[in-house]
């Protein structure tokens, strides 16, 4: 499967931005889902992450009760809406798909996309 990440940008603190994950190659329903994102000079991190079904999901603690993750999987897209953005939101954030669904960080995704960045002024 190929993934495709869009919808990054330069917004405000306190703004909102929806990253969307398109897929190609294969139907999206197959996998499980996850965000991640890594800002300048450092190690990137787990952001959210979604089953096949939509009916599991999971946060990073530094996003929980702002991002939103959710998919359609007859668009083959995945989303993360983000609201009340913060300046160390900044990244660049990366989508990745895997069989079966892992909640937290210490899990590994087979697929990648390549990245699209988030800036946020303060």
């Known amino acids: 499967v190929q993934l495709q990440a869009s919808g990054g940008g330069l917004v405000q603190a306190g703004g909102s931005l929806r990253l969307s994950c398109a897929a190609s190659?294969?139907?999206?329903?197959?996998?499980?889902m996850g965000w991640f994102r890594q800002a300048p000079g450092k190690e990137r991190e787990f952001v959210a992450a979604i089953s096949w079904s939509g009916g599991s999901t999971d946060y990073a603690d530094s996003v929980k009760g702002r991002f939103t993750i959710s998919r359609d999987n007859a668009k083959n897209t995945v989303y993360l809406q983000m609201n009340s953005l913060k300046p160390e939101d900044t990244a660049v954030y990366y989508c990745a798909a895997r069989f079966g669904y892992c909640s937290g960080s210490g899990c590994e995704y087979g697929y990648w996309g390549q990245g699209t960045l988030v800036t946020v002024s303060s």
């Open positions: 190659g294969r139907t999206l329903r197959s996998y499980a």
